[in-house]
């Protein structure tokens, strides 16, 4: 933490996709670039909050001025943002794979001996953990919803159904460039209503964020 309107607060942001392990050499993962979480974290940073950044693996550097820590996968990012707490302040911007396998193997699968179907599990969600988690919940727990449709309708069940805060509503579809882009268009969504905001970049998305928690904690 450092001087600002957030100095003396915690926070922690999980970003970037998980890899969840078929086999020694697979993995399932997605798109995400991380972009859109490290931008947080750099933001809530330069506020002076005190960050903790859970990243899954992505080709960013690690943001200066705050923790780092590197995961793979969804259970290890849980245990991560866990081993954070407590904090004022908490940013679920990863892309968590929602389904792992139930059972990787120990060795390289072998094509000749390869599974008709590779059976699943789901994974923890990491935004419903941090918003049930009693005495050490965060002041402030805030998601995102990336949709291709109905966006801001599906925000809203999302912030009811997870018990979180804020939720940062996203088009995700493809013809929108915000999967591994520079840019993005947020509802931002909260009981009291859904404010629209103008297409910006990650970057602004950030630096507006963090101004919204500093209004609301009262910086
Ligand atoms: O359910 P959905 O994946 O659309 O929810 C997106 C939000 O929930 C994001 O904030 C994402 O970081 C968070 N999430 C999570 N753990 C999961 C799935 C989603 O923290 N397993």
């Avoid at 330069?46 to 996968?73: F, I, M, N, W, Y």
């Avoid at 909260?190 to 209004?215: D, F, S, Y």
Wanted: glycine residues 8%; hydrophobic residues 40%.
């Amino acid at each position: 933490g450092g001087a600002g309107p957030l100095s003396g607060l915690r926070a922690l942001v999980t970003s970037g996709p998980t890899h969840e392990p078929i086999d020694p050499v697979r993995y399932i993962a997605n798109r995400s670039s991380g972009r859109q979480g490290h931008a947080i974290a750099t933001a809530l940073a330069r506020q002076g909050a005190e960050t903790t950044l859970v990243s899954g693996p992505s080709q960013l550097p690690d943001p200066p001025g705050l923790k780092t820590l590197h995961v793979q996968t969804a259970e290890e990012m849980l245990a991560a943002c866990q081993t954070s707490l407590p904090v004022e302040i908490a940013v679920c911007a990863a892309a968590v794979a929602d389904w792992r396998s139930a059972a990787p193997a120990q060795q390289k699968m072998k094509k000749n001996g390869a599974p008709a179907a590779l059976e699943l599990t789901a994974n923890p969600d990491i935004l419903a953990e941090l918003s049930k988690a009693g005495s050490l919940r965060p002041s402030l727990v805030i998601g995102f919803a990336a949709e291709t449709e109905n966006v801001v309708a599906q925000a809203r069940e999302k912030l009811a159904r997870k018990g979180c805060d804020w939720i940062l509503a996203n088009d995700v579809a493809p013809e929108s460039g915000t999967f591994g882009g520079e840019n993005n268009q947020i509802n931002l969504i909260r009981a009291e209503g859904v404010e629209p905001w103008p297409q910006m970049t990650k970057v602004a998305v950030a630096e507006r964020l963090c101004r919204e928690i500093a209004a609301t904690l009262g910086r």
